[in-house]
């Protein structure tokens, strides 16, 4: 396999082989690197991971190898550098890079999607997408920031200098820069440190720092109409079926509104779950902004029978989500924070009553909106090559 793997009591050594021999990542290797995190997953005995290159390098970047016959990346649309970085962040043990050489491209996102980073004396890093007309693609335009800070991440990532270990550790890329001979000793020695630790604890660590989740607070600063109106302008151009434009939005910046709406919505949710009532009424009073999101029938094709009539329903729900989910990324985009909810769902009543909605809008979602008041945190996500079925 292009992984090889090393279990050191509680340690797993990941070594990466690199059967491309120009030294890039390949599928093979992505996908051995996919294989091997799901191995150590299904391992209770490992608790910390090493992950280094063979020979005298680390990973050069990402092999852009395309199907003779579809025309199309191996490793899919994204290509395998994406299922790899996934891998490594969707470990439940910390996972520490030994950077023995070369990491360029896709090989610095894998080291970027590690929990710790130490460098051999050899070892240098390299962004070159963008002077090859491409862009990192494997989460290093979100990773690098976060961990050199903006300023040493547009450096890196717009010129594309090669940097070496010691420049690295300036940046704050790497933690420690050791001799090329201790590299190995030392991160397995670090690993086993980790390997001490609660798991439980270490688990929930990693996932608090790594996870993605909604915000759920926001600073008291308003939205203006000129930003929601941009926002709702963006949800409008969603793909739709038969071009019906079936979604329709009702805008609540009112602070009593809001509370009335929360309250009214949390009477009709306790016959659900009392704990989603209460969860609702926090997330709803503490945005400065909620968009609810509806649908209607009124511009869709009415058919006698109920098979198509359901299919027509689904194809307008359809069609207002992904309204939402376009009004979400500009949003993100203006540097706004968002958190979906459906309670509307099983409060309908109480959203048309309060917001005043037509009788032919029929709730579907609520956004609350707002500038964030703390960092938004990331939540893993499966692999591609787990729910995704190629043909």
Not at 49 to 58: E, I, K, S
Not at 267 to 274: F, G, I, Y
Not at 331 to 343: D, F, R, T, V
Not at 353 to 361: A, C, E, F, H
Request: hydrophobic share 45%; glycine share 8%; charged share 25%.
């Amino acid at each position: 396999m292009p992984v090889n793997i090393n279990k050191k009591g509680r340690v797993a050594v990941l070594t990466m082989e690199q059967a491309d021999q120009a030294g890039l990542l390949d599928a093979a290797l992505a996908y051995g690197l996919v294989r091997r995190c799901q191995q150590i997953a299904e391992d209770p005995e490992v608790l910390a991971a090493v992950l280094t290159g063979a020979g005298d390098r680390f990973c050069l970047g990402e092999a852009d190898e395309v199907d003779a016959e579809e025309g199309a990346f191996v490793g899919g649309p994204q290509g395998p550098a994406l299922e790899a970085v996934n891998a490594l962040v969707s470990l439940t043990v910390p996972i520490i890079a030994a950077i023995n050489g070369p990491a360029g491209g896709a090989g610095a996102e894998l080291a970027l999607a590690c929990d710790i980073r130490l460098a051999g004396e050899r070892a240098s890093f390299q962004f070159p997408q963008l002077a090859e007309g491409t862009l990192p693609r494997a989460g290093g335009t979100q990773r690098l920031p976060r961990i050199v800070g903006r300023a040493h991440a547009l450096e890196l990532l717009l010129l594309g200098d090669r940097i070496d270990a010691q420049e690295a550790w300036r940046m704050g890329l790497v933690g420690k820069v050791v001799p090329q001979e201790r590299l190995l000793p030392e991160a397995e020695a670090l690993a086993e440190r980790l390997a001490q630790k609660a798991p439980v604890a270490v688990r929930y660590l990693r996932e608090a720092i790594h996870n993605r989740r909604s915000i759920r607070r926001y600073t008291r600063q308003q939205i203006s109409e000129e930003t929601i109106a941009r926002l709702l302008d963006s949800a409008i151009w969603a793909p739709s079926a038969h071009n019906r434009q079936p979604w329709r939005f009702a805008v609540v910046r009112s602070e009593s509104v809001r509370s009335t709406l929360a309250k009214a919505m949390g009477e009709q949710l306790r016959a659900v779950v009392e704990a989603d009532a209460q969860r609702s009424f926090n997330r709803i009073t503490g945005a400065p902004t909620v968009i609810a999101f509806c649908l209607t029938m009124k511009e869709m094709d009415a058919y006698p029978d109920l098979r198509r009539k359901k299919a027509e329903y689904v194809m307008a729900a359809q069609s207002t989500a992904m309204a939402m989910q376009n009004f979400l990324l500009v949003a993100h985009a203006e540097g706004l924070a968002a958190c979906w909810l459906c309670a509307p769902l099983f409060a309908p009543d109480a959203v048309t009553s309060i917001l005043g909605l037509p009788s032919d809008w029929e709730p579907q979602g609520l956004i609350t909106l707002g500038y964030p008041a703390a960092e938004p945190k990331l939540k893993s996500r499966k692999p591609v090559e787990v729910v995704t079925l190629w043909r």
